[in-house]
């Protein structure tokens, strides 16, 4: 894809200023629009990343940076994603959705976008974070009340916090409260959802979205 090409030289190269202003002027002229600049170039751009022999050294600060590029990309992007939602004359229901990554996991980009997927939707989305302490969001549900918290793994080894996290918000929340997980660490194994206690298995926009028309009927 040519516009996912452009970017990548910008990436490359660690050019902040360029590689931000070429997405958000791809999304300001109409050339593509928020689902396809968060699945076609931003999460490739991440999943494709290569690093040579001889970069060894750098490769994890590449990785950082790149991270860091996209992470900004994303914010700015956050106008278009409210006017895709006007676009699509999807309206604002009176329903939270909160989405966070359990203790230990440091991958939030992926999540993040997931954010602005439920934004997209209607919800009244808020987006925690990285490593976040199970105490502190559980403590937090029967105060905002949430009609469902997601909850992201990437790192196979982070499941077991997932579960402690889920068994915990369970615990608190005094009302029916639904868990949606998601992530690469479930690729693997997409029964194992069940088996930490989470409601729903959900990854792509297109999932996100059936799964909130059905529970509409």
Known sequence: MEFYDKLMTYLEKEDKES???YAINLLSEGKIDILTLYRDILSPSLNNMFCNVDEKEVCVWREHVRSSIVRTIIECAYPFVIKEREKRGVKRRNESVIVVCPQEEYHEIGPRMVADFFT???????????????EDFASAINVIKPKYVVISVTNYYNIVNAERAIKRLKEKANYDLKIIVGGHAF???????????????????????????????
């Open 19 to 21: 590689a931000v202003e």
């Open 120 to 134: 997209l939707l209607g919800f009244d989305t808020v987006f925690v974070g990285a490593n976040t302490p199970k």
């Open 187 to 217: 690729k693997s194994n997409k029964e194992v959802y069940k088996k930490i206690g989470a409601d729903y298995l959900l990854d792509t926009f297109e999932e996100i979205e059936a799964f909130t028309k059905e529970e509409q009927k």
